[in-house]
Antibody, heavy 117, light 108 residues
Framework: EVQLMESGGDLVQPGGSLRLSCAAA????????MSWVRQAPGKGLEWVST????????SYIGSVKGRFTISRDNSKNTLFLQMKSLRAEDTAIYYC??????????WGQGAMVTVSS | YGLTQPPSVSVAPGQTARITCGGD??????VHWYQQKPGQAPVLVMY???DRPSGIPERFSGSNSGNTATLTITRVEVGDEADYYC????????????FGTGTNLNVL
């Protein structure tokens, strides 16, 4: 069974840092690009970042460029999102998602990140 | 690049629901649709305009032309009540992957 399991969500102060992890199972991890998509409380979906299967290409939404870094460890079937200089507007559920061409095919259950003093 | 959806659509059980997604020349792009029930992660229900992932009922169909893409749900069931989002990839947009504003399907 294909599974994605996020971890690392927490309450953090503005300006702080946090790293999210996503453990993948049930498929050949390095065959797929992976993404992070977030959803602020009561709001819609927002794409955050994508990384190619071999890590040779990454992309970000403009509002997180220079603050967030996506990476992956294919030997451990794990996706990461390093977040720095966090702002209140980064408060959201962060979903780890497997990409199929340009569609978000498989979603994890999400990790809650709250940025507040 | 923006995608506009009606905030809500209401339909009685057994009827047909049509959820639209408007965008400039969206017919030239591939549109994907997601269903999100309260407290759950989204689920892909339609990709590349009109392809259904395995496990999605045939009651779900999609179309895309001109400036409007449409997700159609026939014989609507109470279990179809959810938020629905359209999505495209746009190489010259920030963000690259654009979601629609979302539509709440209310089954009366």
């Amino acid at each position: 069974e294909v599974q994605l399991m996020e971890s690392g969500g927490d309450l953090v102060q503005p300006g702080g840092s946090l790293r999210l992890s996503c453990a993948a199972a049930g498929f050949t991890f390095n065959d797929y690009a992976m993404s992070w998509v977030r959803q602020a409380p009561g709001k819609g979906l927002e794409w955050v970042s994508t990384i190619a299967g071999n890590s040779d290409d990454t992309s970000y939404i403009g509002s997180v460029k220079g603050r967030f870094t996506i990476s992956r460890d294919n030997s451990k079937n794990t996706l990461f999102l390093q977040m720095k200089s966090l702002r209140a507007e980064d408060t959201a559920i962060y979903y780890c998602v497997r990409l199929r061409q340009f569609a978000f095919e498989i979603w994890g259950q999400g990790a809650m990140v709250t940025v507040s003093s | 690049y923006g995608l506009t959806q009606p905030p809500s659509v209401s339909v009685a059980p057994g009827q047909t629901a049509r959820i639209t997604c408007g965008g400039d020349d969206i017919g030239s792009k591939s549109v994907h649709w997601y269903q999100q029930k309260p407290g759950q992660a989204p689920v892909l229900v339609m990709y590349f305009d009109d392809d259904r992932p395995s496990g999605i009922p045939e009651r779900f169909s999609g179309s895309n032309s001109g400036n409007t893409a449409t997700l159609t749900i026939t014989r609507v069931e109470v279990g179809d009540e959810a938020d629905y989002y359209c999505q495209v990839w746009h190489r010259r947009s920030d963000p690259l992957y654009v979601f629609g504003t979302g539509t709440n399907l209310n089954v009366l």
